[in-house]
């Protein structure tokens, strides 16, 4: 298991790893990005990629939005909050919420 601090590589030999969480100290509810880099016999290090752990609550339904990282100049996108999720529960209604551009 690994302890993670924020911007703090955790290294080892094995390709897979446990997250270790504290009970009294818990990743808050919501996205966390994790990131992995590999390095080869020869030190040469890949180029990162990460991916976004959604921590989800128990009580509350955990919305989850999937949409294009990329659209086209002028042309309708679609939006999608199928993946959201509500434990014991079922989700009545999505609201969408446009936020602005990102600065």
Same mark, same amino acid.
């Given at each position: 298991m690994a302890k993670f601090e924020i911007n703090v590589p955790f290294e080892t030999d094995q390709p897979t790893v446990v997250v270790e969480v504290d009970p009294r100290s818990p990743l808050a509810r919501g996205r966390h990005k994790f990131q992995l880099e590999v390095v +080869? +016999? =020869?030190g040469? !290090? =890949?180029l #990162? /990629?990460?991916v976004d752990v959604i921590v989800a609550d128990r009580e509350r339904p955990t919305a989850v939005i &999937? *949409? #294009?990282? !990329? &659209? /086209?100049?002028g042309k309708n996108?679609?939006?999608?909050g199928s993946? =959201?999720?509500d434990i *014991? *529960? !079922?989700i009545k209604t999505y609201r969408y919420t446009y936020l602005g551009p990102v600065r």
């Open positions: +080869d +016999d =020869s040469n !290090v =890949s #990162p /990629d990460t &999937a *949409g #294009p990282q !990329v &659209a /086209d100049l996108f679609e939006l999608n993946k =959201s999720f *014991g *529960g !079922v």
